[in-house]
């Protein structure tokens, strides 16, 4: 029973353009939310969270929104850079015991 | 560098064999995790460690497996009779558990992994 579904496997987008990633969650116990980017070989870096008493969150090209009722979030990347090219996971875990469930990551792919 | 450390970065053994992984977790960080990660899919939450104490196991790691954070600081895995499936990245992250606004944040930061491969 997978918990977080990220549906699109991959995403490509033209450069400067805006990137949206999206996840799904079913467990309505869930109340934190994280966005990590993972290039190959490395591992999971940390990109920007939520919590479940808050409905949006901005660090500079990065928003991550958060909608409870329909147990959905999205990551928006503007404008979206080469650099971005990367691996993207949501993450989601119950605050009374802090363990990560994962999604299993959306590729994304920004084109010169 | 004061990220989290891994080591080996890569391992590859026989069947039946014994391994053992290490992870530096960031000095101040009072919690440590380990994961497992194969193609495809997102990292499966293998164990955790708050200090020295091993608080909880997940149904993934069979009795061939085990952990220890013996000073709660780094951190060894080790898989004993090692099978193909247990070809895998082993991640580790660490955190620090921190209250804002009455909610608890848990940003987990990761090592670059250890990959294995069981021949």
């Known amino acids: 029973d997978q918990q977080v579904k990220q549906n699109s496997p991959s995403l490509s987008v033209q450069e400067g353009r805006i990137s949206i990633l999206n996840c799904d969650y079913t467990?309505?116990?869930?109340?934190?939310f994280l966005w990590y980017k993972k290039y190959p070989a490395e591992g999971p870096t940390f990109l920007i969270s939520i919590s479940s008493i808050k409905d949006k969150n901005e660090d500079g090209r990065f928003t991550v929104f958060l909608n409870k009722s329909a147990k959905h979030l999205s990551l928006h990347i503007v404008p979206s850079q080469p650099g971005d090219s990367a691996v993207y996971f949501c993450?989601?875990?119950?605050?009374?015991?802090?363990?990560?469930?994962w999604g299993a990551g959306t590729k994304l792919i920004i084109k010169p | 560098d004061t990220g989290v450390s891994q080591d080996p970065r890569h391992k590859i053994t026989k069947r039946g064999q014994n391994v053992t992984f290490r992870c530096d977790p960031i000095?101040?960080?009072?919690?440590l995790y380990w994961y497992r990660q194969t193609l495809g899919q997102g990292p499966e939450f293998l164990t955790y460690?708050?200090?020295?104490?091993?608080?909880?196991k997940s149904r993934l790691l069979s009795d061939r497996f085990s952990a220890e954070r013996p000073k709660g600081s780094f951190s060894t895995l080790e898989i004993q009779r090692t099978e193909q499936g247990d070809s895998a990245m082993y991640l580790c992250a660490s955190t620090l558990i921190r209250l804002a606004g009455g909610h608890s944040y848990n940003e987990q930061f990761f090592g670059p992994g250890t990959r294995l491969t069981v021949l």
């Open positions: 460690f708050q200090n020295e104490a091993q608080l909880e």
């Open positions: 993450a989601a875990s119950v605050d009374s015991n802090y363990q990560l469930i």
């Open positions: 467990n309505s116990m869930f109340d934190y």
């Open positions: 000095s101040e960080h009072n919690r």
